[in-house]
């Protein structure tokens, strides 16, 4: 009795599946896209091209030298903590750096705010929009 060799199966293409889930997927974000509302084509945003910007008032603002100010008055690392908890934000500080502050500077004074007690520091940065 002589031995066959057994028959090779053809194994089937694992990506086209996922070929066909990704396709799927393109259709329905197309759909959903479509049927997502526009904005009206009579609205006109608002433009802050003009727009005077200044810190908001209970935030900490670092000086280019490294010294910290609240509400126009010098403040150390614990007054700035303290008062940022007194606030609406709980811990999280804001802090607004003059963009002459040295990299350095910026991240040390923001791990001595974290040593102090704030569970966050948010940095407040200006947005330049080109048009």
Not at 92 to 107: G, N, S, W
């Amino acid at each position: 009795m002589p031995l066959t060799k057994p028959s090779r199966r053809t194994q089937s293409e694992p990506t086209i599946a996922l070929i066909n889930i990704v396709f799927l997927m393109l259709v329905f974000f197309m759909i959903a896209g479509a049927l997502a509302p526009t904005l009206d084509e009579d609205i006109r945003l608002i433009s802050t091209a003009e727009l005077e910007g200044r810190a908001p008032p209970d935030t900490t603002v670092l000086r280019a030298d490294g010294t910290l100010f609240l509400r126009g008055e010098v403040v150390t690392v614990q007054q700035a903590v303290e008062a940022s908890m007194l606030g609406p934000n709980g811990a999280d500080l804001r802090l607004v750096a003059d963009r002459e502050v040295p990299a350095k500077t910026l991240m040390s004074r923001v791990a001595e705010l974290r040593g102090a007690g704030a569970e966050s520091v948010w940095l407040v940065t200006e947005r330049g929009l080109e048009q």
